[in-house]
């Protein structure tokens, strides 16, 4: 046994990027966030994995969408979409960036009568789109993934 190697730890196991959050900040109308609390917030879903993100972002826009995109190629962090966290399979889960769009990206945007279709941004809550349709006789139906 080599004794001159060092213990394995979480810290030298999986070590962390040196990676410039402020600029990407700087460049975003809503908010990144590196609290440990909002990182545990969005390192478990209904799914029985856990991964804790190194940040999770809350865009206000498309534009900042793009900005995050482009963040993560250019640093190569894997980018997770959180919608409710109800994901039966880990899929939002991951070591990279949580993007959430709940806190600003939730709303309903049309709804075309004829066709049926209903465009919402990506953080629409479910409830929100059922309580929406249910006055002109459309439903959603639930995805269970």
């Known amino acids: 046994m080599n004794?001159?190697?060092a213990p394995l730890t979480p810290d030298n196991l999986c070590p962390v990027p040196e990676i410039p959050w402020e600029k990407l900040k700087a460049s975003l109308t809503g908010e990144l966030s590196l609290?440990?609390?909002d990182r545990e917030?969005?390192?478990?879903?209904?799914?029985?994995?856990r991964e804790e993100p190194?940040?999770?972002a809350y865009p206000k826009h498309e534009l900042d969408c793009?900005?995050?995109?482009?963040?993560c190629v250019e640093q190569k962090l894997s980018l997770h979409a959180w919608g409710a966290g109800t994901s039966r399979g880990g899929q939002p889960l991951g070591r990279?960036?949580?993007v959430d769009f709940r806190r600003h990206m939730n709303r309903i945007l049309d709804f075309d009568e004829a066709s049926g279709e209903l465009r919402?941004?990506?953080g629409a809550y479910y409830s929100e789109v059922q309580k929406f349709l249910r006055p002109k006789g459309r439903s959603f139906p639930p995805d269970p993934s």
């Open 3 to 5: 004794s001159s190697r």
């Open 41 to 49: 917030k969005h390192s478990e879903d209904a799914s029985m994995f």
């Open 35 to 37: 609290e440990a609390t």
């Open 96 to 98: 990279g960036l949580i």
């Open 120 to 122: 919402v941004e990506p």
């Open 66 to 71: 793009q900005t995050i995109l482009r963040f």
């Open 54 to 56: 190194l940040a999770v």
